[in-house]
């Protein structure tokens, strides 16, 4: 695994870009950066086992280097079934490729993983028991946000499910603070000095646009999702579950 050494070498005068960069230092960035990111990629594939049905599609929207994909291929346990995987960036992509092609070398899995170059909020979604937005709606622009999950709702059937994982801001100041500064030590656990830790948070102003738990359930609710729970928080990550 190559070590994250991004912002020790440049400002965060630059906006965040998912790049050759960071695609190549990416599993190293998200497991000293994501609490609780590890747990929900674990989840996502004992949901697969749960949820997804026989001849449906599942769909990983935002789907970076696949980790979530494969975990959904490790999980599935009905046959004719198949895996949408989109990005829109082309380092991101690359290499998604080729670990899915690894995956199918090493376990010849019978679920058909495609790998699609493309924004989410152009992508058919049809006949899904399950799809995951795993920290990709926070990239969007918020007057997107309503109509790329209204899109995914119509494309689900009924009872399936979605994985909504996302940065959040607390509406309560004091705890925002709070948990902010929580994050950042344990960032600083993680051998990122406080440079490193100021320069992303600036490459991420404006690109990473965190909203409320409220407010993402007040979302999949208006799109008509019947249920919808917060299975997981570290800190400010949350992970949301919600059933068509």
Request: some cysteine.
């Amino acid at each position: 695994m190559t070590v994250d050494k991004i912002y020790k070498d440049k400002s965060g005068n630059q906006p965040f870009r998912f790049n050759e960069e960071v695609a190549k230092v990416f599993p190293d960035m998200l497991r000293r950066s994501v609490p609780g990111y590890a747990a929900s990629i674990e989840a996502i594939g004992a949901l697969a086992a749960r949820y997804v049905l026989a001849d449906t599609n599942c769909y990983d929207l935002g789907c970076s280097l696949g980790a979530a994909t494969l975990a959904m291929r490790q999980g599935i346990r009905r046959p004719g079934c198949r895996i949408v995987a989109v990005d829109t960036a082309p380092a991101m992509i690359k290499r998604c490729r080729k670990l899915v092609a690894e995956d199918d070398r090493q376990f010849a899995r019978d679920t058909a993983v495609e790998v699609v170059q493309a924004d989410i909020r152009a992508t058919n979604i049809e006949n899904a028991s399950l799809v995951v937005l795993n920290y990709t709606l926070q990239f969007l622009d918020l007057q997107d946000r309503d109509a790329m999950v209204q899109r995914i709702y119509d494309g689900m059937n009924d009872g399936g499910l979605l994985v909504l994982s996302e940065k959040v801001v607390d509406e309560d100041p004091q705890m925002e603070a709070l948990l902010v500064d929580l994050h950042h030590e344990h960032k600083r656990r993680n051998d990122y000095s406080s440079l490193e830790i100021s320069q992303k948070r600036a490459a991420l102003e404006n690109v990473l646009l965190p909203e409320t738990v409220a407010a993402h359930r007040d979302r999949l609710r208006n799109a008509g999702f019947a249920s919808t729970a917060v299975w997981l928080r570290y800190f400010n990550f949350v992970s949301v579950i919600a059933i068509k």
